[in-house]
């Protein structure tokens, strides 16, 4: 029982990095250690951990946590965190109903280049602040990553969705998509600058936009070994689908098996949460196929070229290879503290 006290625990310090508050199903789904929900519920019963539409740890619980007894004192700091749980539920809605937005998608959609299209960060668990953008991770066919990433951004810039440095020269469309940030914690620690800093004034330059951080090549779509970690299971595990086709979803979580190793309850709570709708797609190989595909192939052959040649000018911490691309900056999870 000790131990599983400390396998809650360490689910909730995740999540408190985050100002989120997770449910009795991602309590369940982010333990790494085997259990039935009914079971994991009478543990939290007994060791006075109250998962109701979000969980929390009352005042009175023998779990040996002073920083995280101290986030929630009494029950109108617990109503507090839930009327902000709320509004940011609320804010993530508004944001994925923005009329541009719904727009992106369906355009996205219509490519064959695009296989997938999934809520990623925040906006996955609908806990976006009213300052963020939507972040998104994209699946295309094969031999169309740089053709399908050529045509996100475009879009995005067409819908003036795309998201800008501060400082931005013409080539950087082509360039890393997305400048680094710090995570919520960090940030939230600099609110005070508001007051001091006049440049904290000017309008925040992601509010609303979309961040293309993420793409797999079909061909290849499993997490490299070095990056199948904690923070990235949970983020495999976290994206949500709105654009599936061919059953690229399905195939993406098979070859991932290794999240469902570092979270064995997570299989059976993935399958009732994500059902999309996935689009087949009809290849007919006559002439005419063989001939476009060919020409298809020279046109990502040079976006290729021309691209990487771009990201690497403007390149930190981003892992880029022939079939994975990722904008994220690698000391991010170092600074999640869970352990």
Known sequence: MKQ?????????????FFAY??????IHTFLQVKITKNELNGELKRIKYTPVEYSMLSQNSKVKSQK????????????????????????????????R??????LLSIFPQILLVGLSGSISMMNAEEDDDVDLFIITAKNRLFTGRLIALILAQLLGLRRRRTSEKLDTLFSTATPQREPLAIVSK??????????????????????????FDES??????FKQTLF????????KPIVIKDNIYQRFLEVNEWVFRLFPNAREVVGRKYKALSIKQKKSLNTYYLILNTFFNKIEQSLKGYQLHLINRHRTTEFITPTQLWFHPDDFEKK????
Request: aromatic fraction near 8%; include cysteine.
């Open 4 to 16: 599983l006290n400390k396998e809650i625990i360490k689910v909730i310090k995740y999540f408190s």
């Open 21 to 26: 508050y997770p449910t009795l199903d991602e």
């Open 68 to 99: 995280l007894k101290s986030k929630i004192k009494n029950s109108n700091e617990a109503m507090k965190q839930w009327n902000n749980l709320t509004n940011r539920k609320q804010i993530s809605q508004s944001k994925l109903n923005s009329s």
């Open 101 to 106: 937005f719904k727009l992106y998608i369906k």
């Open 190 to 215: 600099k609110a005070s600058s508001l007051l001091t800093n006049p440049q904290s004034l000017i309008p925040n330059p992601f509010k609303n936009k979309v961040c293309l951080n993420l793409f």
């Open 220 to 225: 290849n779509l499993k997490v490299p070994k």
């Open 232 to 239: 990235v299971g949970h983020e495999v595990l976290q994206m």
């Open 336 to 339: 999640i503290k869970y352990k």
